[in-house]
T-cell receptor, first 111, second 116 residues
Framework: DAKTTQPTSMDCAEGRAANLPCNHS???????VYWYRQIHSQGPQYIIH???NNETNEMASLIITEDRKSSTLILPHATLRDTAVYYCIVRVHTSYDKVIFGPGTSLSVIP | SAVISQKPSRDICQRGTSLTIQCQVD?????MFWYRQQPGQSLTLIATANQGSEATYESGFVIDKFPISRPNLTFSTLTVSNMSPEDSSIYLC?????????????FGPGTRLTVT
């Protein structure tokens, strides 16, 4: 079973920030939080990851709570092309840790 | 990053037949993964394919149904054997790229299989 829980779906107005929550209350000290997204009819795409500090890249920001039991992916200015299923995954940094996908959050960006 | 191609991109097959899906990566990778995504569902890991060793299958998947080859560090195949309509899915190849402080996975575009 996936180690994370996410809302099934969310809507966001175009141009506004999209905040996607993820609960990972059983996360271990050596597990990282990864985010991927899957645009319709494409393979999943890596977005961002973090351990305990907040992270930002050209695509998004990742905010991890101090107790590491939850996190939020932020798309600062959502566009229609951000409509996708977003997956939150926890994993350790070894080549032998299986990446298990939960059901994810279906984000719809509305004009 | 890694660029992954899959062949075929889609196919329609009759029940009882088999289909082999090819996955080609533009760089050498140690770990390759095969996933299945049934209509409207998330991705399910089928197996992990390491070069030079037998693939490791997840619970619910067996080698007789989904034989995998991994002849070198840039190529793998997945065969869906004795197909039934329940095998209609998107099959995705994935590789892991190690860089700095990151274990990013890259995915191919998928093979959309319809079994009639």
């Amino acid at each position: 079973d996936a180690k994370t829980t996410q809302p099934t779906s969310m809507d966001c107005a175009e141009g506004r920030a999209a905040n996607l929550p993820c609960n990972h209350s059983t996360i271990s000290g050596n597990e990282y939080v990864y985010w991927y997204r899957q645009i319709h009819s494409q393979g999943p795409q890596y977005i961002i990851h973090g351990l305990k500090n907040n992270e930002t890249n050209e695509m998004a920001s990742l905010i991890i709570t101090e107790d590491r039991k939850s996190s939020t992916l932020i798309l600062p200015h959502a566009t229609l092309r951000d409509t996708a299923v977003y997956y939150c995954i926890v994993r350790v940094h070894t080549s032998y840790d299986k990446v298990i996908f939960g059901p994810g959050t279906s984000l719809s960006v509305i004009p | 990053s890694a660029v992954i191609s899959q062949k075929p991109s889609r196919d329609i097959c009759q029940r009882g037949t088999s289909l082999t899906i090819q996955c080609q990566v533009d760089s050498q990778v140690t770990m390759m993964f095969w996933y299945r995504q049934q209509p409207g569902q998330s991705l399910t890991l089928i197996a992990t394919a390491n070069q030079g060793s037998e693939a490791t299958y997840e619970s619910g998947f067996v080698i007789d149904k989904f034989p995998i080859s991994r002849p070198n560090l840039t190529f793998s195949t997945l065969t869906v054997s004795n197909m039934s309509p329940e095998d209609s899915s998107i099959y995705l190849c994935s590789v892991e790229s190690l860089g700095g402080n990151s274990y990013e996975q890259y995915f191919g575009p998928g093979t959309r299989l319809t079994v009639t």
